[in-house]
Every structure is written in structure tokens, then in C-alpha cells.
């Protein structure tokens, strides 16, 4: 088929270079290779026991149904208690969409908000696919560089002056893909004064290890939250998310999620209400967070002894976001030629914007035993270069 025969939507989205590398990758690993996975951003964890058995308590009770389009209310309300409780935000059980992942509650939230023409200012780098889900929507992309020497910060001021009538939304993300780092609190309280909507991923809250994250809810009401339970819970293969929303917006969010969605699973929901309640699930994400922590430590020293730079320390999510200009400033084949020569999967800076080219992305969501065999044969690599 002609390229000129797909939609102008579809043509319109670039590729997930993160997927090519692991796609290749997993060539490779069919043909008999050694592959050190350090680019896929997905837990390595077991989902917690407690929620599995949720999962298979529900099940077994025939909860394999339709539930309300919003998601059910005991969900939605044990979601709510969570940000009061974590970050004291007063939102209803009527202001929250379950959805089928993180990634469908980002995409109704721009499909219910963006105009043709319409910009939302996003920052460069970030998350590869955000560019994506607002150009779906007729959207635009309004990118504002970040850098590495304040750890990829927004600079209020800059969006600020960057604002124009077409600006209808700003997208944060904290802790963030791809840098690890966390927005600074007196930053998120000045970009929540500018009087924009605020679409807020704060699907890596809860993966911290210096510092505190916040919620954008903790500084106005005028913001579209999302999150879920793939990170945090190790639960990517559920897809189960949920978007928060100002109460105006749900009639139409619901709308859209009876005609492309329907519901989240029922028993998927289920797990989900014991993933926020259960005491051993919190012990068990502490167990977690502190083998994260020992990886990141360990990553990160060995990232700089390779030559490779990282400015300011990352403190969040589980990436590593590090500067190989001296080595390349064509990140996307630089990643493929490690993967072939050195057997080690890392993900290119240019999937996450033109402000990451010279960038490679690690992710620690590894063994510590696979991290050391992936950075002795990266630095082995590294000194033929």
C-alpha cells in the first residue's frame, strides 16, 4: 500500500524509536544473542502477590463483565482517597476515568480539549509519544527546551513568554521520562499560576529516592491528571490507568469512553482498589523502591566511568538520561550500532525530541547482575569508538 493512501493522522505520527531498538533486539535474541536490555521502561518486578490474588479472587466471582463507563465507584474512590491522603487534593469520585492504561486517559483528555490549531507547550526532551497524542487531536506541539545543566527543569519564565492565544494547555511530567528528574515544587506553583490548563503525568509518582514529588492538584484545580499502575505496581501487561479531571470536562470525557473504550476491565479494577489499600502491597513497593535505588546508584556511577555525562543527578522514575555528544551526535544509529557490536539495548536522546540528539536514555528496570554485564560491555565498546 501507497503512503499516500493512509489517513493524514496517521501519517502524521512519528515512530517509537525505543520499540525499534527492542525490536531488533529481540531479533537478535532469536538468532542466538546475548541481549542486555537497558532501554525498555518497564519494571522487571512481579505485580505485587496480594494484587494478583485480588485479580483471581474477582475472576473466580464472574467480575468479567461491563462495569460503569467511568470505571467502578469503589475504584474511583479509593482513587480519590489516595490523592487526599498522599497529597491532600480534594477531588470526587465523579471527577475520576478509569481507563485501559495511562496512554488512552492523555488521549480523550486531548481529543475532549484541543481545537484544530490549538497548542500545548511540551517540553524538549520528553516523553517520545506526547507529541503524538496532541497532533492526533489537531493538535499542535508547542516545545520548549529544557537542559541538562539545571536537571531539565521547565523555566516558569520562558513558558511564560512563550504563551500565546493559541496556548491551551501546558503538559508536565514529574518524576520524567526521560531524565529521571523531578520538578521542583516552586517551579510547578509559578507554571500553575499562568492561568493555563495543566495536563499533569505523574505516572511515576511514588518512584522517588531524593526528594519529594508533587502533584500538580496541590496547586490548582484547573489541570488533567494522569496516572495508572503500570510503574509504580509493576502491572504494564494490565493497562489499567485513570485521568483526573475538572468536573466540567467528565460528561464529555465519559462520552468518549462509551464510544472508543467502553470500560476498564472489571476484575483488573478490582486488583486495582487492593494495589492502593493493601499494607502488604505498600510493603512490597518498599522492598521495591529500595532494589530501585541500589540501581540507580550503581548505574549512574558507572554510567560517568564509561565517559559518559550526567549533570545533575536523577532522582526519580528509573532512567538515567546521559550526554555521549563526545562520542556521537546521531543518537539513533550510536544505539544501534551498541546493540549490534556490544549487544546492549539503550534507547536513542532523538526519540524523546531534537533537544536530546547526542543523548543516550538508560533504563534500570534491570537486574544489578545484567546492569554490570551491560556497562562492562558498553565501556569495553565505548574505547574503540
Known amino acids: 500500500m501507497q503512503n499516500e493512501n493512509f489517513s493524514h493522522k496517521a501519517k502524521a505520527l512519528k515512530p517509537f524509536l525505543a520499540m525499534d531498538i527492542l525490536e531488533r533486539a529481540q531479533e537478535l535474541e532469536r538468532e542466538g544473542r546475548s541481549i542486555i536490555h537497558l532501554s525498555v521502561g518497564e519494571p522487571d518486578f512481579p505485580t505485587p502477590k496480594a494484587i494478583k490474588e485480588s485479580a483471581i479472587q474477582a475472576l473466580a466471582a464472574d467480575k468479567t463483565h461491563y462495569t ?66 496532541v497532533s492526533y487531536s489537531d493538535g499542535t506541539p508547542q516545545l520548549i527546551k529544557v537542559y541538562e545543566d539545571n536537571g531539565f527543569q521547565y523555566e516558569p519564565r520562558i513558558i511564560k513568554e512563550s504563551i500565546t492565544p493559541q496556548t491551551k494547555a501546558i503538559l508536565l511530567n514529574s518524576p520524567a521520562n526521560p531524565t529521571g528528574n523531578i520538578l521542583e515544587k516552586e517551579r510547578m506553583q509559578e507554571i500553575a499560576s499562568l492561568g493555563v490548563t495543566l495536563l499533569s503525568d505523574e505516572i511515576y509518582h511514588g518512584l522517588v529516592y531524593k526528594g519529594e514529588e508533587h502533584s500538580i492538584l496541590e496547586f490548582t484545580d484547573n489541570a488533567f491528571v494522569f496516572n495508572g499502575f503500570s510503574k509504580l505496581y509493576a502491572m504494564t501487561g494490565w493497562r489499567l490507568g485513570y485521568l483526573i479531571a475538572p468536573p466540567r470536562y467528565m460528561r464529555v470525557l465519559q462520552t468518549l469512553q462509551q464510544n472508543f473504550m467502553i470500560s476498564a476491565s472489571h476484575f483488573g479494577q478490582e486488583a486495582a482498589i487492593t494495589a492502593l489499600t493493601s499494607n502488604e502491597v505498600t510493603k512490597d513497593l518498599a522492598a521495591m523502591l529500595k532494589i530501585y535505588d541500589e540501581r540507580r546508584r550503581f548505574t549512574l556511577k558507572r554510567v560517568r566511568e564509561i565517559g559518559l555525562e550526567v549533570a545533575v543527578e536523577p532522582t526519580g522514575a528509573f532512567y538515567i538520561f546521559a550526554n555521549a555528544k563526545k562520542f556521537t ?57
Open 68 to 133: 460503569h463507563s467511568l470505571g467502578t465507584f469503589e475504584l474511583r474512590q479509593a482513587i480519590a482517597d489516595h490523592y487526599h491522603k498522599r497529597y491532600k487534593a480534594k477531588i470526587s469520585p465523579d471527577q475520576v476515568l478509569v481507563t485501559s492504561g495511562t496512554s488512552p486517559a492523555l488521549m480523550l483528555a486531548c481529543a475532549a480539549l484541543l481545537n484544530p490549531g490549538d497548542k500545548v507547550i511540551v517540553s524538549d526532551p520528553g516523553y517520545a509519544c506526547y507529541g503524538n497524542f
Open 329 to 385: 551526535n546521531d543518537s539513533y544509529n550510536f544505539a544501534f550500532e551498541i546493540l549490534e557490536k556490544a549487544g546492549v539495548g539503550v534507547t536513542p536522546g532523538i526519540d524523546f525530541g531534537k533537544n536530546g540528539e547526542g543523548f543516550l536514555r538508560f533504563s534500570y528496570a534491570n537486574s544489578l547482575t545484567n546492569i554490570a554485564e551491560g556497562m562492562n560491555r558498553l565501556e569495553k565498546f565505548l574505547a574503540s569508538v
